[in-house]
């Protein structure tokens, strides 16, 4: 039971139980938040339809409606903005890469959900894939640093391919950098010339020319056959 006093105390100040006066919005870092999600849609956007040279920190801000003082407490620059666009699609990236390939039975049907998927994500938002494989090589040297990084990061992946033949065992160190650059090539033609519609075509030869070294010709064709086949039941 309450004391009366109690009671009478709080009613007796009403000040102090009054609710600040003022503009009521979203706390700081939930705003700054915000701000980054609109900043990286109108980067994605503008980068991937005018180039990163041909986009400017104010077409960036206009797009996305931010001040452009909240854009400098964000970033210091626009190869800042870029490069924190382009981290996250990487991220964003791998985590459904990843995902995809869980319930694949062993390697080889890893790495042939994970090839689906990817090209999955480049024909859904050529944007994005444009900004990840395009312009990340043409921004400069810190974002062509931050590309190479992310191909690395296959790499081991890739590299326990050989685990399955000694032939493959014994391939030049250099075997996976070949493939994730063929691949990538091919993809990255695709978005500059506007071939979006042969990504879905491409989807055994890429699978093919990224297994055959470590699974040999014939059983990385079956798979690459295969692939299309197991994508079409689970969609």
């Known amino acids: 039971m309450v004391k009366s006093g109690y009671l009478d105390t709080v009613t007796n100040k009403p000040d102090e139980m009054a609710v600040p006066t003022g503009r009521h919005g979203p706390s700081p870092d939930v705003e700054a938040d915000q701000q980054r999600d609109r900043l990286f ?35 210091a620059d626009k190869e800042e903005c870029f490069l924190a666009a382009f981290d996250r699609i990487v991220e964003e990236t791998v985590e459904t890469v990843v995902a995809a390939a869980e319930g694949a039975e062993g390697w080889p049907e890893e790495m042939a959900t994970g090839i689906s998927c990817l090209l999955d994500l480049v024909a859904a938002d050529p944007r994005r894939a444009r900004i990840a494989v395009v312009e990340a090589q043409a921004a400069g040297p810190r974002a062509l640093a931050r590309y190479g990084a992310a191909v690395d990061r296959a790499m081991p992946k890739l590299r326990e391919g050989r685990q399955f033949s000694q032939e493959a065992a014994a391939l030049s160190g250099a075997l996976e950098e070949a493939i994730l650059g063929g691949v990538l090539w091919i993809v990255h033609q695709c978005l500059v010339n506007g071939q979006l519609g042969e990504i879905e075509a491409l989807l055994e030869d890429l699978i093919q020319l990224a297994l055959a070294p470590y699974l040999g010709d014939e059983a990385a064709k079956h798979l690459a056959a295969a692939t299309p086949r197991d994508r079409a039941r689970r969609t």
């Open 41 to 75: 849609v109108a980067t994605v956007e503008l980068v991937a339809k005018r180039g990163y040279r041909e986009t400017t920190v104010d077409r960036i801000v206009k797009a996305a409606n931010v001040d452009p003082v909240a854009f400098t407490q964000l970033y």
